[in-house]
Structures are given as structure tokens and as C-alpha cells.
């Protein structure tokens, strides 16, 4: 089992940055990735970003490249989304979840990661 803790969240004018942050707790040695999810009512959950555990390798769905950017620090457990350039259709629920070690790992599939956060609401406003 992995928990995790998402912080960092708020209100924020457009043009402006966050810093979300995800703390893992548990069996954290097992996960083969973590990743940023996103989702705004009446719509499906959408990927943001992924970060390998083992290596630090990274994706990103294409519409944040240059904008975000997910980090790790292994000692803490922590993985980070730093949020730059906020624009309005950013706002959503942002959730973190853990992937497990496991056959057919893919660090963009929603269906792959099996522990999620609470969530965290970004709002940009315009």
C-alpha cells in the first residue's frame, strides 16, 4: 500500500505558478512511476505529467511541455509539479497517484496507477 498527500493548491491570476507537492508514505519502494493527474467536473481525468521513479525520467502530455515541470526527491518521499504560466482552462482538481512495479507499466495510463491523493483544486483566474 502507498499513501499519498497532495499540498500546494490554490487561487492563483493567470500568468501566475504554483507548486504542487505529493508525499508518499509506505510501500513507496515498489512504485515504478508517479504521476499528475488533472480533472474539471463532468470530465474524464486527464494525465499531466509522470515522473520514473528509478531514474527521474519524465512525460508530459503535450499541452503542458515548457510549462510544467515534475521533480523528485527520493529522500523525502516527494514528488513535485511546479506550475508556471497558469492560464484559466489549468483549473481543475489536481490528483498525484503511484504506480506500481508490475508488467505493462506505462507512465501516461490513468488505468495503470492504483493509488491516488485526495486531490488538490488549482484555480486560475483570468
Known amino acids: 500500500q502507498v499513501q499519498l498527500v497532495e499540498s500546494g493548491g490554490g487561487l492563483v491570476q493567470a500568468g501566475g505558478s504554483l507548486r504542487l507537492s505529493c508525499a508518499a508514505s509506505g510501500r513507496t519502494y515498489s512504485s515504478a512511476y508517479m504521476g499528475w493527474f488533472r480533472q474539471t467536473p463532468g470530465k474524464e481525468r486527464d494525465f499531466v505529467a509522470s515522473?520514473?521513479?528509478?531514474?527521474?525520467?519524465?512525460y508530459y502530455r503535450d499541452s503542458v511541455k515548457g510549462q510544467f515541470t515534475i521533480s523528485r526527491d527520493i529522500g523525502k518521499n516527494t514528488v513535485y509539479l511546479q506550475m508556471n504560466s497558469l492560464k484559466p482552462e489549468d483549473t481543475a482538481v489536481y490528483y498525484c497517484?503511484?504506480?506500481?512495479?508490475?508488467?505493462?507499466?506505462?507512465?501516461?495510463?490513468?488505468?495503470?496507477?492504483?493509488?491516488w491523493g485526495q486531490g488538490t483544486q488549482v484555480t486560475v483566474s483570468s
Open positions: 497517484a503511484a504506480q506500481p512495479i508490475k508488467s505493462g507499466n506505462d507512465p501516461e495510463s490513468l488505468s495503470e496507477y492504483d493509488y
Open positions: 515522473i520514473r521513479w528509478s531514474n527521474g525520467n519524465t
